[in-house]
């Protein structure tokens, strides 16, 4: 078994847990006093609230996820996020890897439900951290002032129980489907988003994208958090 999880504990370009920062961020959150499962709970909700999550961030590039960037940045999508978190989990010791997921978002936003052309978000990603001998989901998707606008309850994680959307929000609306999952891995598959989202939401749209975010020097000019919310 130590063989098996030997690869979810190492650093690789995207996931640079031996990056200065990154590890030094972990043993800052994760007190050294800790158990593994309780280091994990105090790195996921860093990240789920100190990381706060927009769509609109360059997706494209393995350099787009490295941790130490995001990081920096201090926002990111859900892949991004999830990124930063293994590689935080791999700081402080504790096996971690990747998940990934197509999910229907029933309140999402107008603007990127027309940005995207559909309800279908694919290649969600969350974390999976090997704690008490099984692998446990944690998803720091969606930070606390986003939750607060969508009338949806922030996202617990207590190192125990899988931690996935929830499939309805505040006000008994449909918050989050999960449609289809993709399985695990031990880095992220950059190509494979992309082909992926080439798939779902079309070449020309994509490339659309790329193109945008190449010419406005990485971001397109959206303020995620001024739009209009709606449902689906």
Partial sequence: MEEALEI??????????????????ARQVASQEADDMEKAVRLYY????????????????????????????????????ASLLC?????????????????????????LIEWMGTDIFVYHGFTEFFLGGRWIK???????????????KPLEFDGRQDSIFQPYNLEQ???MEYVAFHGSFSDVPVERIVAAWEEAYGMERVRAWIQMMETSQGFPSRDFYAEEVIKT
């Fill in 8 to 25: 979810y504990l190492q650093p690789t370009q995207i996931l640079d847990s031996n990056n200065p920062e990154v590890a030094m961020l």
């Fill in 46 to 81: 860093w990240v789920r609230d100190k990381i706060w999550y927009d769509p609109y961030v360059p997706f494209y590039k393995p350099e787009h996820y490295r941790a130490s960037r995001v990081l920096e940045l201090k926002r990111g999508y859900c892949v991004s996020k």
């Fill in 87 to 111: 590689a935080l989990g791999r700081a402080c010791g504790i096996p971690s890897r990747l998940g990934f997921a197509d999910v229907r978002n029933h309140l999402a936003t107008r603007q």
């Fill in 138 to 152: 944690a998803t720091p998707a969606f930070n606390r002032e986003l939750c607060e606008k969508h009338r949806v």
């Fill in 173 to 175: 609306k449909r918050f």
